[in-house]
């Protein structure tokens, strides 16, 4: 079985370099290589690989941010690689699964890769993981903050911006953010905006997937809202509400969706 694997390294002969040494193994699959942070953010996210190589000294996002950025998913095992100082790598030692000074000496490498082997053999518990979220937050508190830039990069690449919707014999090439909200039909969904309503062959649950959950959240079993279409919140009885939107159209909000609504409460 093979181990697919991602290195990421902001000097290009370091990656050659390790790539060479991995030659040897004929288990490792290099599925990519990434020479700054935020490409391995997306990597690792897209390709979901056993084992990452990550030099912690990068220019931007350094290894430690590469690791808090992969949080939100289950992340693979990192193997640490620099030419600094221990001082940080120290503190991984029982979290990630090894680190490696350049340049890599071939005994050293094939002494981690039977390290690697072994963990992929027994699956991370919950508990390794909220271990190293703790040494990630002890040793690099700026990671957390550093990745806030990154937020409307993922984004961009993550959800849909135009979305097609093939009605009436035509195909309507609909921008997200003018959607005002979205109704379920049972397979097919009702778009509205500004000044059309479509129809599109989708359910609901798939086309969940591909809107931004931070600007587009279910207030009721068959009703998606673009929340910054939102202008005013109406109470009404038995813990329900109503959202009114730009078009002034009021969308009910169910009581099981009640957490939408606190977002415009402060």
Known sequence: MSIRTILV??????????????????????????????????????????LVFLDIQMPGFDGFSVVQGVMDIDPPLFVFVTAYSEHAIKAFEAQ?????????????????????RSRLADKRTSD???????????????????????DDDLASTR????????????????????????????????IYTADNSLILRETMKDLEKRLDPRTFQRVH??????LDQVRQVKPHTNGECF?????????????????VVARFVH
């Open 9 to 50: 390294d902001d000097e290009k002969l370091a990656i050659q370099g390790l790539e060479l040494r991995l030659q040897p193994f004929d288990d490792i699959e290099i599925v990519a290589t990434c020479h700054n942070g935020r490409e391995a953010i997306r990597k690792i996210k897209t390709l979901k690989p056993d």
């Open 128 to 150: 390794e993981l909220d271990r190293l979220r703790t040494v990630i937050n002890e040793v690099a508190p700026d990671a957390a903050d550093n990745l806030s830039s990154m």
């Open 221 to 226: 079993r068959s009703t998606i809202v673009n």
């Open 96 to 116: 990630a699964i090894d680190y490696l000074m350049k340049p890599v000496e071939p005994e050293r490498l094939a002494d981690t890769m039977d390290r690697v």
């Open 159 to 190: 959800f849909e911006k135009l979305i097609n919707i093939k009605d009436r014999g035509q195909i309507f090439r609909v921008d997200v953010e003018s959607i005002e909200r979205i109704d379920a039909a049972g397979d097919y969904m009702c």
């Open 243 to 259: 959202l009114v939107l730009e078009s002034g159209a009021q969308v009910k909000v169910s009581r099981s969706y009640r957490d």
